[in-house]
């Protein structure tokens, strides 16, 4: 079965730090993408950052960035100069790639973050 | 473009009664998703189409639910009779088979069963 886990269900950081969200997943598969969404109180979904499998670089948007760790099966996501804004909860996700392309994502049960003044 | 739709945003009605949430996912998108938010139960699938035709409804709680796509620019979400234990928020997502791979998620609809 395809899994992934978020061990960390809620976190807290001061304005202007940085802080890690972790994320483990497990699959069979050789060649999937990955992804974190934030939820912000709007519960609005939004993509923050995409991996590829087959990438080796970790990927960065602005202040967000992943350590994508292959064979240890682990996508965290760091986030640098943490802003109000950032309070939301953070979904890890991740999907297999097959001949016929993507289907159904697979999601962590979440990370609530809250950034403090 | 407008992303995906839903309607209604919020949703109040009695028990018993009949609920119908809608969807237009991206135009040219041909996976479309429908997912239940809860406190306790978080983030689950109900039931996802592909080209108008559903794959998986394996995550449909019960008979009371059921799901259309009568084309590919609607789907609709039904609960019949609703009951309080079905209050949640229902997102509609969509994506693209041969990628971008992400699904693009509607606002949501808040649905409130007394």
């Known amino acids: 079965a395809q899994t992934v886990t978020q061990s960390q269900p809620e976190m807290s950081v001061q304005e202007a730090e940085t802080v890690t969200l972790s994320c483990t997943y497990d699959t069979s598969e050789n060649n999937y993408y990955l992804f974190w969404y934030k939820q912000p109180p709007s519960r609005q979904m939004i993509l923050v950052i995409r991996?590829?499998?087959?990438?080796?670089q970790n990927a960065t948007e602005n202040r967000f960035s992943v350590n994508f760790q292959k064979a240890a099966k682990s996508f965290s996501l760091k986030i640098s100069d943490s802003q109000l804004g950032d309070t939301a909860m953070y979904f890890c996700a991740f999907t297999p790639l097959t001949q016929g392309g993507s289907e159904k994502l697979v999601f962590g049960k979440g990370t609530k973050l809250t950034v403090n003044p | 473009d407008a992303g995906v739709i839903q309607s209604p945003r919020h949703e109040v009605t009695e028990m018993g009664q009949e609920v119908t949430l809608r969807c237009k996912p991206i135009s040219g998108h041909d996976y479309l998703f429908w997912y239940r938010q809860t406190m306790m139960r978080g983030l689950e699938l109900l039931i996802y189409?592909?080209?108008?035709?559903?794959?998986?409804d394996s995550g449909m709680p019960e008979d009371r639910f059921s799901a259309k796509m009568p084309n590919a620019s609607f789907s609709t979400l039904k609960i019949q009779p609703s009951e309080p234990r079905d209050s949640a928020v229902y997102f509609c997502?969509?994506?693209?088979?041969?990628?971008?791979?992400?699904?693009?998620f509607g606002p949501g609809t808040r649905l409130t069963v007394t």
């Open positions: 189409f592909n080209n108008n035709v559903p794959i998986d």
């Open positions: 997502a969509s994506s693209l088979t041969r990628g971008p791979y992400e699904q693009y």
């Open positions: 991996q590829e499998a087959y990438k080796q």
